[in-house]
């Protein structure tokens, strides 16, 4: 059996990262996410490979870029504010299809809002984000094991996609601390016979998004257009929770479902028969396993800290035919079971 | 059993370190566990709170609204705890900084000078320390040998600050 | 792909660089921009740098520079080619990652970048194509855009209480402690381009050594933004452009004077 440690989640990320093969990481502070730029800062070096403080976040991804097209696995990670930064690098990434892998740790946003908690980056993180026709598989760690084992599953799929890939995480579960099993570390990485490594004994690579000629843009898109239809159809992860007989069906992520599995402990204390769907990718969302839920007549809440943002891929999954409810809080606030138990209360 | 637990006070207090040791405790004894801390956004004197969880089963919410057991270490954190405790749970008032008294009859409210006493065993500093020991008197979330064995481990390298941790967490205990 | 043609020709007195590909550049009449391509390309020639040069684009009348050298290229968002390039050498020690920068890329939009590659002594090398102008978008103000000069968005000319003055670049770089080398040259006869041919292998030799960056500021014509003749553009550089940008080396560390005697010209 592997050994259990306690750990925090920033530093889980950190870890996960390590351990599949991470070799450069680029990072500028910004609450709530330091320690894991901190913990990197010894890690990494110590193991011989590249920590670099960056003078901005736009700095960061963009080094994360020049990495990363030297076929290294790597990653930066920030929190709300410096994600807006980074729209443009990642933007650029997506076109040219280079991996890596970015940890947004979310705060309470507009502007520079509040260091507190949040899931208001949940349509920038699911739409794209940044200019362009472009999607990144967004994978929504709930616990401090997830945020580890995540972080390595989007190593994974960076390559396998050749595409940036987020880890979205709120502030409180960036902070919090949870016994976790450690991880063995990735044994082999992909061979990239893409990367701009010295053009030695080969033909010269080149790795961009710029298509002087018009004509020759759209069918760079469609390939990457095909590339998001094939995540779509393989790459959706959900967890569900006692929904075989649920009657109301809660849609949590992060922090928030966690705050949703005790209100649904509790209310099936009361004999409410309560489910839980939580999205491990919201991008690609799990609509199907919704659409087929709504079909079976739940009702659904949906419950996030944020002023409804994921409540439209779940309109958009379900119809207009099933009652949904929104609870949420935003501003920094945590979603408490109380509001999510309350709306169950009603709902039944 | 499922243990939870909320701690508030001021930045500084020491809020965050004796929710650390309560859940380094659990661990160690084999229980789930989660540490969340939650405070404004000064580094020093803001309000600040951390909620523990320890448990025999799969944790779910890391934020508590209704503990089972509160510390409130200053007059806000009183503020905000003292309605929110589960009936029949246990409220550990800092009856040095706090000079309020629980109305609730549902609640076993217990206060400590905790200041005083944390001179009496050599430094005002260890004033969380104190409260913990009250909380491990009353309840029986962790033992006291496993949080002193997390002690042991973490100042293993600092003897006298180690000894007052420990003098401290068995004054808190002595309270009845 | 062909990178022979008039090059195999036994009688050639002027060649095209061994690893310059045989095309047509995307640049106007005129330009000094394919000067100072072919200028690099000789470098690369000469130090057989086509097995580690990472030509890192930049965005404006640059953007393309890694079409024009077989070697391996990127292309960074706008001003952040000293980024990607850190972190290429980061990664990779044994690579060269080299990027040609304009004014608006490097002075404007990538000033942080810049600077502070240039102070961590990142091992890259850096060439600015100063041209006092936006020229890709067509000549608009540029941080280094001459007082009283017209462009596309001063069409009464730059004012100083309303545009602020121009940045010498090389000189504030050159404050820093990071760079190894810091010259400005010019390319408006073939006496200077000579010397900027050397500027510009010195800027490569100095990060290959680790010595630090290797910055060459290029003055360089823009004759269809200028609105003068292309014959007149490089008289243009010398009546206005020098007095604002004066010529020469601003920092050489001492390793790197050792380096120059293994440089000719």
């Known amino acids: 059996m592997s050994e259990r440690t306690l750990m925090g989640g920033n530093i889980a990320i950190a870890e996960g990262a390590i351990l599949a093969g991470c070799g450069a990481y680029f990072g500028y502070p910004i609450t709530p996410q330091n320690d894991l730029l901190e913990h990197m800062s010894v890690r990494l070096p110590a193991m011989g490979r590249v920590f670099l403080q960056t003078e901005s976040e736009l700095a960061a991804i963009n080094m994360v870029y020049g990495a990363a097209a030297t076929g290294v696995r790597c990653m930066t990670s920030t929190s709300s504010p410096g994600f807006s930064l980074q729209q443009e690098g990642i933007s650029y990434m997506a076109g040219a299809e280079v991996p890596c892998v970015v940890a947004n740790i979310m705060r309470a946003g507009p502007g520079l809002g509040n260091i507190g908690g949040a899931q208001g980056d949940y349509m920038q993180c699911t739409r794209g984000g940044g200019h362009g026709d472009y999607y990144l598989i967004t994978l929504a760690p709930a616990s401090v094991q997830e945020m580890m084992d995540l972080t390595m599953l989007a190593f994974e799929l960076a390559d396998k996609y050749r595409n940036p890939t987020l880890v979205m995480a709120d502030g409180f579960l960036g902070q919090s601390v949870e016994s976790i099993v450690m991880r063995e570390p990735v044994k082999s990485l992909p061979p990239k016979d893409w990367a701009i490594d010295g053009a030695r004994g080969r033909d010269r690579r080149l790795i961009n998004s710029f298509e002087m000629n018009p004509i020759d843009h759209p069918k760079r898109i469609r390939l990457l257009l095909e590339k998001y239809e094939r995540m779509r159809l393989e790459e959706v992860r959900y967890e569900g929770m006692l929904l075989d007989d649920a009657e109301i069906v809660i849609v949590a992520y992060g922090s928030a479902a966690r705050a949703a599995m005790t209100a649904m402990n509790r209310a099936r204390k009361n004999n409410f028969k309560v489910g839980l769907l939580r999205p491990i990718t919201v991008f690609p969302f799990p609509s199907q396993v919704l659409s087929d839920l709504a079909e079976k007549g739940s009702k659904f809440i949906v419950a996030e800290m944020s002023s409804g943002q994921m409540l439209e891929d779940v309109r958009i999954s379900v119809g207009n035919q099933n009652e949904i409810k929104l609870v949420n809080t935003y501003g920094g606030v945590p979603l408490t079971p109380d509001m999510i138990f309350e709306a169950i209360d009603l709902m039944s | 059993m499922n243990w939870e637990i909320t701690i508030s006070g001021f930045g500084g207090q020491g809020v965050l370190f004796i929710g650390r040791l309560l859940m380094e405790a659990g661990f160690a004894s084999g229980q789930q566990v989660s540490w969340l801390p939650y405070y404004s956004g000064e580094k020093r004197g803001g309000m600040c709170s951390c909620f523990v969880n320890i448990s025999e089963e799969r944790i779910g919410s890391i934020f508590i609204s209704h503990p089972d057991i509160a510390v409130a270490m200053n007059p806000a954190a009183y503020a905000m705890l003292e309605p929110d405790v589960k009936p029949d749970g246990l409220l550990i008032v800092n009856e040095s900084l706090v000079k309020e008294k629980s109305q609730r009859p549902d609640l076993k409210a217990v206060y400590v000078p905790t200041v005083e006493l944390a001179k009496e065993v050599g430094d005002e500093s260890v004033a969380n320390i104190i409260a913990l020991g009250a909380v491990l008197a009353r309840a029986p979330v962790v033992t006291t040998s496993s949080v002193i064995r997390v002690l042991n481990q973490m100042m293993s390298k600092n003897k006298p600050q180690l000894e007052l941790n420990k003098a401290a967490l068995l004054k808190g205990c002595e309270l009845s | ?265």
């Open chain 3, 1 to 265: 792909m062909s990178n022979r043609g008039i090059n195999d020709m036994d009688n050639a007195i002027f060649r095209r660089p061994d690893i310059m590909p045989d095309r047509a550049t995307h640049f106007c009449p005129g330009c000094g921009h394919g000067i100072t391509q072919r200028l690099i390309g000789e470098v690369l020639d000469d130090l057989r740098l086509r097995d580690k040069a990472i030509c890192v684009g930049s965005i404006g009348c640059t953007v393309t520079s890694y079409l024009y050298y077989d070697v391996d290229g990127t292309e960074a968002p706008h001003g952040r080619a000293p980024a990607v390039a850190t972190a290429i050498k980061r990664c990779h020690p044994d690579l060269h990652p080299f990027a040609i920068q304009g004014d608006g890329d490097l002075a404007s939009i990538g000033m942080a970048e810049i600077v502070h590659a240039a102070a961590r002594g990142e091992n890259i090398t850096i060439i600015f194509a100063n041209n006092a102008n936006y020229g890709m978008t067509g000549g608009q103000l540029a941080p280094t855009t001459l007082v009283g000069m017209y462009t596309s968005s001063t069409i009464a000319g730059r004012k100083e209480d309303r545009h602020g003055f121009p940045i010498r670049v090389s000189e504030m770089l050159a404050t820093l402690d990071g760079p190894a080398y810091i010259s400005r040259v010019s390319l408006h006869n073939p006496a200077n381009v000579r010397k900027a041919r050397k500027a510009i292998e010195i800027a490569f030799r100095a990060p290959l050594e680790g010595l630090g960056m290797g910055f060459v500021e290029v003055l360089s014509m823009c004759p269809i933004n200028w609105k003068v003749e292309p014959v007149n553009a490089p008289q243009w550089i010398v009546d206005n452009m020098i007095p604002q940008y004066p010529l020469g080396e601003f920092k050489c560390k001492p390793e790197v004077e050792e380096l120059k005697k293994a440089v000719r010209g």
